[in-house]
């Protein structure tokens, strides 16, 4: 049988993708003829690009068929040069670095929070800039086209300024929000699910809704209003403005919450609170210690237990229990400007002691001039008390001036209007301008207590008379240290 030529026995076989070549050379061709220009030849038909490597891989092809007889060889011999794709431009977030850094320290599982919350003109990030690629070569000399790289692939809102240098700077203070290709700063932070050790305590400069509850012992801070959907257990909220839970606030131990506005709840159970306008409770108040520094408009709600201060007017269903749970009730009371009111009437008090006491020492220094026994030394010491005296006088005019100005504050600012609209029962105390009313005879509704113009309280009943208060209570004068 003749042998075939040697161009069917040695092949170049070129990769659909052209990312590789091989030469193959088949047992049957006699190794004698096997030489580089034939293969060369096969090489350059096939439309491989031929390179000094190429040739390199060849000869070693050769070699290794001519010392493999009736054996075939199939061997690479080129491969393509792949294109490197360009890098999209990104961001370098250094917020998330910051929680990085954070998760490396010791802290507390309450203090770790899910979320970014950023300030006004913080910068929260860089942009990194796209790098092109570089084109590949395949094995027959054709190029490779390199992906072309995006510049940014976020879409960045007008709540964030990019700077000359590619800094990403916060225009309003609020939470970082990075949903797919879209970055915003939202002044709400919402909540989907619960406050709890997936979210961490909440510290936020703008307004929070909860759509769920806070868990114990979590902390909710913000300088806007809280909202909470859902129930607050034995936690703390402290809000800027108001503060809004609608499905009640039961604590036990370390309730604790700060309204700088109205806090509305449907019950309030074990709660310290101080609320500097209203309070709006739709239910119950049980065994809480409350300063309002507005009104109380709750006519729906019973008050049992705990100690209760407020400055104006109190719309409530009921006050105590018929079991007689102590409960005490502030009213008219101005807590923010009252301790300023003591320390002036201790400070005059002191003045007028001390003046008191100079004015003993100038009329001991007439006695003594009327006798004739008055020394040059006496004389210049009885006119510095002369002095002293004229400007404690001027003291005690400053400071009972200043009296005078705070306590009609006091009096425009206060309101003494307690509506019961149900019950007022025994073991009520009501406190009000230093004189503990203590109730000893249970109420009907509706009932009107107000402050005649002596400063005792008076109420009215359904009837249409005006009846002194103590015909239910007695009365006891209180002291500072009461």
Same mark, same amino acid.
């Given at each position: 049988?003749?042998?075939?030529?040697?161009?069917?026995?040695?092949?170049?076989?070129?990769?659909?993708?052209?990312?590789?070549?091989?030469?193959?050379?088949?047992?049957?061709?006699?190794?004698?003829?096997?030489?580089?220009?034939?293969?060369?030849?096969?090489?350059?038909?096939?439309?491989?690009?031929?390179?000094?490597?190429?040739?390199?891989?060849?000869?070693?092809?050769?070699?290794?068929?001519?010392?493999?007889?009736?054996?075939?060889?199939?061997?690479?011999?080129?491969?393509?040069?792949?294109?490197?794709?360009?890098?999209?431009?990104?961001?370098?977030?250094?917020?998330?670095?910051?929680?990085?850094?954070?998760?490396?320290?010791?802290?507390?599982?309450?203090?770790?929070?899910?979320?970014?919350?950023?300030?006004?003109?913080?910068?929260?990030?860089? @942009? $990194? %800039?796209?790098? #092109?690629?570089? &084109? !590949? +070569?395949? /094995?027959?000399?054709?190029?490779? *086209?390199?992906? =072309?790289?995006?510049?940014?692939?976020?879409?960045?809102?007008?709540?964030?300024?990019?700077?000359?240098?590619?800094?990403?700077?916060? @225009? $309003? %203070?609020?939470? #970082?929000?990075? &949903? !797919? +290709?879209? /970055?915003?700063?939202?002044?709400? *932070?919402?909540? =989907?699910?619960?406050?709890?050790?997936?979210?961490?305590?909440?510290?936020?400069?703008?307004?929070?809704?909860?759509?769920?509850?806070?868990?114990?012992?979590?902390?909710?801070?913000?300088? !806007?209003?809280?909202?909470?959907?859902?129930?607050?257990?034995?936690?703390?909220?402290?809000?800027?403005?108001?503060?809004?839970?609608?499905?009640?606030?039961?604590?036990?131990?370390?309730?604790?919450?700060?309204?700088?506005?109205?806090?509305?709840?449907?019950?309030?159970?074990?709660?310290?609170?101080?609320?500097?306008?209203?309070?709006?409770?739709?239910?119950?108040?049980?065994?809480?210690?409350?300063?309002?520094?507005?009104?109380?408009?709750?006519?729906?709600?019973?008050?049992?237990?705990?100690?209760?201060?407020?400055?104006?007017?109190?719309?409530?269903?009921?006050?105590?229990?018929?079991?007689?749970?102590?409960?005490?009730?502030?009213?008219?009371?101005?807590?923010?400007?009252?301790?300023?009111?003591?320390?002036?009437?201790?400070?005059?008090?002191?003045?007028?002691?001390?003046?008191?006491?100079?004015?003993?020492?100038?009329?001991?220094?007439?006695?003594?001039?009327?006798?004739?026994?008055?020394?040059?030394?006496?004389?210049?010491?009885?006119?510095?008390?002369?002095?002293?005296?004229?400007?404690?006088?001027?003291?005690?005019?400053?400071?009972?001036?200043?009296?005078?100005?705070?306590?009609?504050?006091?009096?425009?600012?206060?309101?003494?209007?307690?509506?019961?609209?149900?019950?007022?029962?025994?073991?009520?105390?009501?406190?009000?301008?230093?004189?503990?009313?203590?109730?000893?005879?249970?109420?009907?509704?509706?009932?009107?207590?107000?402050?005649?113009?002596?400063?005792?309280?008076?109420?009215?009943?359904?009837?249409?008379?005006?009846?002194?208060?103590?015909?239910?209570?007695?009365?006891?004068?209180?002291?500072?240290?009461?």
């Amino acid at each position: 049988m003749s042998q075939a030529p040697a161009e069917q026995n040695v092949r170049a076989v070129v990769s659909a993708d052209k990312t590789t070549a091989e030469l193959v050379i088949a047992a049957s061709i006699d190794r004698e003829l096997i030489n580089e220009p034939l293969c060369m030849t096969v090489v350059m038909e096939a439309g491989i690009e031929v390179s000094d490597d190429v040739n390199k891989q060849m000869t070693a092809v050769i070699k290794k068929a001519k010392a493999s007889r009736n054996k075939d060889i199939r061997e690479v011999i080129s491969r393509a040069t792949p294109a490197v794709p360009g890098v999209d431009g990104t961001i370098d977030w250094f917020v998330d670095q910051e929680d990085e850094e954070e998760e490396k320290k010791n802290v507390s599982h309450y203090e770790r929070s899910a979320f970014v919350v950023v300030q006004a003109e913080q910068i929260i990030g860089k @942009q $990194v %800039p796209a790098s #092109l690629g570089t &084109d !590949g +070569r395949d /094995v027959t000399g054709k190029t490779i *086209l390199a992906k =072309e790289p995006l510049k940014c692939i976020y879409d960045i809102d007008e709540s964030i300024l990019v700077d000359s240098q590619g800094q990403l700077i916060a @225009q $309003v %203070p609020g939470v #970082l929000v990075r &949903d !797919g +290709r879209n /970055v915003s700063i939202e002044p709400t *932070l919402v909540i =989907e699910d619960n406050v709890d050790f997936a979210t961490g305590n909440i510290d936020f400069s703008g307004d929070v809704e909860i759509r769920q509850d806070i868990r114990d012992c979590f902390v909710v801070k913000a300088e !806007g209003n809280i909202t909470v959907n859902g129930f607050v257990e034995d936690a703390t909220i402290l809000a800027g403005k108001n503060i809004t839970v609608e499905r009640g606030y039961s604590g036990r131990t370390r309730a604790e919450a700060n309204a700088g506005g109205n806090m509305v709840s449907k019950y309030l159970d074990n709660v310290d609170a101080i609320i500097q306008k209203d309070l709006l409770i739709a239910k119950e108040i049980i065994g809480s210690r409350l300063t309002v520094h507005g009104r109380i408009d709750s006519p729906g709600a019973i008050v049992i237990g705990g100690e209760t201060t407020v400055t104006r007017d109190v719309n409530i269903a009921s006050l105590g229990s018929e079991g007689g749970t102590k409960t005490i009730l502030h009213l008219g009371a101005v807590p923010l400007l009252e301790p300023f009111q003591d320390e002036f009437i201790e400070m005059i008090e002191l003045l007028e002691q001390e003046h008191a006491v100079i004015i003993d020492q100038i009329q001991m220094y007439k006695d003594m001039s009327t006798q004739g026994n008055l020394a040059p030394s006496d004389m210049e010491t009885q006119t510095q008390c002369m002095f002293t005296s004229e400007e404690l006088k001027k003291q005690i005019e400053r400071a009972r001036s200043g009296l005078a100005g705070l306590s009609a504050t006091i009096d425009e600012i206060r309101l003494v209007d307690l509506n019961i609209g149900k019950h007022l029962y025994l073991g009520v105390e009501i406190i009000c301008r230093k004189q503990r009313y203590m109730i000893n005879s249970e109420c009907r509704g509706p009932l009107n207590i107000k402050e005649a113009p002596d400063g005792t309280l008076v109420m009215k009943g359904t009837g249409k008379n005006i009846r002194s208060i103590t015909e239910i209570a007695s009365v006891t004068e209180l002291t500072n240290d009461s």
